[in-house]
């Protein structure tokens, strides 16, 4: 995370890079109250006086803080799926004469399970102050995962297994309304979720990347 005051002045300040998410607007004189980002960038955008004052602009300083614990693994996530979207080494090992089409076809449906992931809300249902876990709480059980570069279908269990041991560890209940048959929130129940995530398993490894002849193999969730 970064943090940010100023003591001089007029910017708009963003959370990230894409000037979407304005956090505040600074102008005039004397220092301000630091502002902190939710990841590892802000944009700040200086805008200038029209009316001929020439000033000394503003003074700013940057701090580092470490993320907390459940952003690193569920960043690390994050990373494995970019890493797995953007590896084309995999399909040049097959030596396939149509390997572009097949990457495409590797990211397409990489995309479409990761858009079933987001839609658990994983990282917005981390709460330290949970009191009811999807699984055990402890955020010890995350697996972080990892790439090996001669292996697809270890990376892609990494993957997988990293997904379900973030929803085991931080996943909260707290006021979700998952019980029962009229229950509005019945896909977020962990059960509901591990099969979600068995089914995406089984359908990139039998269906869809069937090049790799990776195996879906029973068991894998708990």
Known sequence: KE??????DKVDIFDGTDGNNLITTYCGKGRRDAVTSTGTTLTVVFKSNENGIVNKGFKVAFTAEPLPEEDV???????QYESLYNKAFYYEQLGATIAGNKRLR?????TKTMGKFYDFGLKERTNLGCTNFAGT??????VAP????????ASLESFFFAVNSYHDA???LDG?????KKATQKKLRPTRIKNVIRKQRRRLYNQKLTDFSCIATEGFIV
């Not at 979700?176 to 029962?180: A, P, Q, S």
Request: with cysteine; aromatic share 12%.
């Open 3 to 8: 943090k940010i005051f100023f003591s001089n």
């Open 146 to 153: 990892t790439i090996d570069e001669t292996d697809i279908c």
């Open 73 to 79: 693994h569920w960043n690390s996530i994050l990373t």
């Open 137 to 142: 709480g402890v955020s010890g059980d995350f």
């Open 176 to 180: 979700l309304d998952i019980g029962g």
């Open 170 to 172: 931080y996943a909260c």
């Open 106 to 110: 590797l990211a397409k449906q990489l």
